[in-house]
Nanobody
């Protein structure tokens, strides 16, 4: 079963930075667009950023100019550099393919990001 493994979250003050990492199975990583998602308490999961195998990126309006998604195809890893963090960025962050067409079990545990004001 395909499953993604996220890491790099933590507690940071407003204005701080974090870098998230996600390891993905090679056969998935090379085929699909990869995305970072987040889910805040009592809110639906939302797409934060995506990146194609060729490096083309998209971002949610709320993170444009602050977050940068990248991928290392040799390591089957996708990253999310988060700068100028705000309390409203507090959420559990997940990676998966975009759109999320894989079985529900592909979602990993996610990594918690908490931004204090």
């Amino acid at each position: 079963q395909v499953q993604f493994v996220e890491s790099g979250g933590g507690l940071v003050q407003s204005g701080g930075s974090l870098r998230l990492s996600c390891a993905a199975p090679g056969n998935i990583f090379s085929i699909y667009i990869m995305g970072w998602y987040r889910q805040a308490p009592e809110k639906q999961r939302e797409l934060v950023a995506s990146i194609t195998s060729g490096g083309r990126t998209t971002y949610a309006d709320s993170v444009k100019g602050r977050f940068t998604i990248s991928r290392d195809n040799a390591k089957n890893t996708v990253y999310l550099q988060m700068n100028s963090l705000k309390p409203e960025d507090t959420a559990v962050y997940y990676c998966n393919v975009h759109p999320p067409v894989l079985p529900r079990g592909s979602w990993g545990q996610g990594t918690q990001v908490t931004v204090s004001s």
